[in-house]
């Protein structure tokens, strides 16, 4: 692979630094799950209601029910003549709430000369009440029936657009992420940040160690829940991020795994023989589980510092790329292709995991690890108690 030798050559150079080092700041913020979600409904609302508002059939009955709500708020009005005076308006329309009768304009008590006139205009206007009533819910259920029409239509549209950016943003984030340019770029980041990460992570693992032993010898009653916690190798899910309380909730489960082995291996022996299998099988353990805490430790660093940013750069170029730039998903591309990027470098983590960091891992165990965490082992074993050396069962 190109980038072991300058993944090797930062693990070199930035050891010595490793008390100083430091990740990069959280810039710009990761994109959770549920913010990539929420930000692709929001483009799926807008492309309906756009095409609601483009669709002819959908503009002519809003413009009908607009002039018609027009029409009912001139109300309906007669215009009495008297000789030597202005004509006088007598009008019936609706007024907070309640049809009201106004006179030239304004809501007054209408002249005992005009009752007469009043009283027929009140029937003319609940009868051209009735009428619009009628019509406005006719309008109104046209509308809403062609609405539904329109957004089932648009939305399944917008959906099948979705489905096929989202397959060819996946195909050419896979492809781009595993190019050298962007593999070398995240292998860079994540030697500078497992190293920053070394101390911590042992000083997690023994802390760890100790309770997590301690509590499983504890247990030498109950085999069945040993044996079910030496045999499941706690695993993280796919897309999973992690918070420092779920980080500590991770190692504690590592731990408990590696302390369950222990005990599950030397379960049969006894005295000075059980006393060399916890020795040997410790030191395994803590090598072993010093790995997966530092793996589990850089990845939540990588989450935030490293991979948020390269996502923001990949989703950039993916919906600048030619195959995916004529996409009719509006704002719901660009989280669309930050997800197939994050989800194309997590991808990558694994594989570099194991190709860059387990030889590297490896050798800075042998050279600066061993020796400490020998000592650490020495302590533990000895500040067990006598009982945890006798056999429990089918004794060897």
């Not at 929001?42 to 609601?52: F, S, T």
């Not at 997690?204 to 190798?233: C, F, G, N, S, V």
């Not at 940013?309 to 591309?333: D, E, F, K, V």
């Amino acid at each position: 692979m190109q980038t072991r030798p300058l993944f090797a050559l930062l693990f070199v150079l930035v050891w010595p630094l490793q008390a100083r080092a430091q990740t990069p700041p959280p810039t710009p913020t990761p994109q959770t799950s549920a913010q990539m979600e929420q930000a692709i409904q929001q483009a799926r609302l807008q492309h309906i209601q756009d095409a609601q508002n483009k669709d002819k059939q959908l503009q002519r009955i809003r413009k009908a029910e607009t002039a018609l709500q027009a029409k009912q708020a001139l109300g309906t009005c007669k215009a009495i003549q008297l000789p030597f005076v202005k004509p006088i308006e007598l009008c019936i329309k609706p007024h907070e709430g309640k049809s009201t009768l106004f006179v030239n304009g304004s809501p007054k008590p209408v002249p005992a000369a005009f009752h007469g006139a009043a009283l027929g205009l009140k029937k003319a206007y609940r009868v051209a009440k009735a009428k619009a009533d009628i019509l406005a819910q006719k309008l109104s259920h046209q509308g809403k029936k062609r609405a539904e029409q329109v957004a089932k239509h648009s939305a399944s549209l917008f959906d099948k657009a979705l489905q096929k950016y989202r397959k060819k943003a996946t195909d050419l984030a896979q492809k781009l992420a595993n190019s050298p340019e962007w593999k070398q770029r995240l292998a860079a980041q994540l030697a500078i940040v497992a190293i920053s990460k070394v101390d911590e992570a042992t000083k997690l693992a023994q802390q760890q160690m100790q309770t997590k032993l301690q509590r499983t010898l504890e247990l030498y009653t109950h085999p069945e829940k040993i044996r079910d916690l030496a045999l499941k190798k706690p695993t993280s899910k796919k897309g999973e991020t992690f918070d420092n309380k779920a980080v500590l909730l991770g190692v504690g489960l590592i731990m408990a795994h590696q302390a369950a082995r222990i005990a599950f291996v030397c379960w049969q022996q006894s005295g000075p023989q059980k006393r060399a299998c916890f020795n040997r099988e410790i030191a395994t353990s803590m090598r072993d589980a010093l790995f997966d805490v530092l793996a589990l430790l850089v990845r939540t660093a990588l989450d935030a510092h490293v991979i948020a940013p390269l996502s923001h750069s990949l989703a950039a170029a993916l919906t600048a790329h030619r195959l995916l730039s004529t996409a009719s998903i509006g704002s719901a591309a660009y989280p669309t292709a930050y997800a197939a990027a994050s989800i194309a470098f997590h991808g990558m983590l694994s594989t570099l995991y194991e190709a860059l960091l387990r030889p590297e891992y490896n050798k800075l165990f042998e050279t600066r690890l061993r020796s400490p965490i020998e000592r650490f082992n020495n302590k533990l074993i000895r500040q067990l108690p006598e009982a945890a050396f006798k056999c429990w069962g089918s004794c060897k």
